[in-house]
């Protein structure tokens, strides 16, 4: 039974390093020894312990390392809501100016405002989204 204990003490202390390093690395020795000390617990030899953190260490540090490292790592961030409306183009539907205006944007009905509050849009322009404040596109003339 001591054998286990001491695989669970190694276990926490890994756990514990990774918390600090963030490498994904040493929580799947973590985990390793976490399995050989279920492996000691049943009885399991000392040369048969090794082989199975070895084992075990080995597949998490192939397998499971590759993916955490490729979801850390995304190029891209996704953009939800309003977010994702910034940058895209919609029609004038009535005169933008600093004081009214519509467009419809991505198949909806929003009011407007220029951008540069000296410029009047005009009807049927074709205008791009700089930003959303509430529920008003903020909007420059592609013109």
Do not use: K
């Amino acid at each position: 039974m001591g054998e286990s204990i001491i695989w669970l003490i190694v276990a926490v202390l890994l756990g514990i390093a990774e918390i600090f390093t963030l490498t994904a690395a040493l929580g799947m020795l973590g985990v390793a020894a976490l399995i050989t000390a279920g492996t000691a617990a049943i009885g399991l030899p000392l040369p048969a312990q090794l082989a199975v953190f070895a084992a075990a260490s080995l597949a998490g540090v192939l397998i499971v390392r590759p993916v955490a490292r490729r979801h850390r790592f995304r190029s891209e961030p996704q953009l939800f809501g309003v977010d994702s409306l910034i940058g895209r183009t919609a029609s004038v539907l009535q005169e933008v100016t600093c004081q009214s205006g519509r467009i419809r944007l991505n198949g909806e009905e929003w009011t407007a405002r220029p951008y540069d509050d000296t410029v009047v849009i005009p009807v049927g322009a074709t205008v791009n989204v700089m930003r959303i404040s509430g529920s008003t596109a903020i909007v420059y003339s592609q013109e």
